[in-house]
Antibody, heavy 128, light 107 residues
Framework: EVQLVESGGGVTRPGGSLRLSCVAS????????MSWVRQVPGKGLEWVSG????????GYEDSVKGRFTISRDNAKNSLYLQMNSLRVEDTALYYC?????????????????????WGKGTTVTVSS | DIQMTQSPYSLSASVGDRVTITCRAS??????LNWYQQKPGRAPKLLIY???TLLTGVPSRFIGSGSGTDFTLTISSLQPDDFATYYC?????????FGGGTEVDLK
């Protein structure tokens, strides 16, 4: 069964740090880019960060740049999100998601990317 | 960053209704557009990618269309399992921004 399981969430003060983990199973982990997406309770989805298959390329949402770092350990089938200088507005449910890819017809080396497998999420609360 | 704007924010409909949700990108994203469904307390589920390609197993009543900046998700005949919130997301560039969501509830 294809599965993603997040952990590492918790409660911390503003300015604190947390490290989220996501363990993948049921698929070849290093065949896929991965992403973190968060959701404030009752609000919409927000893409936070993504990382390529081998970890050579990363991307971040503007409000987390310089504070969050995404990484992966393909030997451990694991994805991480190191979150530093946390703010109250970082409070959310954080999902780990597998990125699927399909070739763009007739255009070499271009792909459509989408998040096709999601974990259940881990909750981060930043409060004074 | 590319902004994604969905409308309506919410809609009420009955089983069997045809429902249309729109998503507008702040600039041309060709057809790099995904649609997700989310039910309360659950993780999102991918329905459509490349604006109109259904993920295997997604019912054919879900129809995606559009290109450039304007996209639509149509549910041709709403079923009880379809009451949920729907999100569009662009995959043209980073950050991979989402629309604000459209909640579909029972009239």
């Amino acid at each position: 069964e294809v599965q993603l399981v997040e952990s590492g969430g918790g409660v911390t003060r503003p300015g604190g740090s947390l490290r989220l983990s996501c363990v993948a199973s049921g698929f070849i982990f290093d065949d896929h880019a991965m992403s973190w997406v968060r959701q404030v309770p009752g609000k919409g989805l927000e893409w936070v960060s993504g990382i390529s298959e081998m970890g050579g390329f990363t991307g971040y949402e503007d409000s987390v740049k310089g504070r969050f770092t995404i990484s992966r350990d393909n030997a451990k089938n694991s994805l991480y999100l190191q979150m530093n200088s946390l703010r109250v507005e970082d409070t959310a449910l954080y999902y780990c998601a597998r990125v699927g890819a399909s070739s763009v017809p007739g255009v070499s080396n271009y792909h459509y990317y989408y998040m096709d497998v999601w974990g259940k999420g881990t909750t981060v609360t930043v409060s004074s | 960053d590319i902004q994604m704007t969905q409308s309506p924010y919410s809609l009420s409909a009955s089983v069997g209704d045809r429902v249309t949700i729109t998503c507008r990108a702040s600039r041309d994203i060709h057809n790099y557009l995904n649609w997700y469904q989310q039910k309360p307390g659950r993780a999102p589920k991918l329905l459509i990618y490349a604006a109109s390609t259904l993920l295997t197993g997604v019912p054919s009543r879900f129809i995606g269309s559009g290109s450039g900046t304007d996209f639509t998700l149509t549910i041709s005949s709403l079923q009880p399992d379809d009451f949920a919130t729907y999100y569009c997301q662009q995959s043209y560039t980073t950050p991979r921004t989402f629309g604000g969501g459209t909640e579909v509830d029972l009239k």
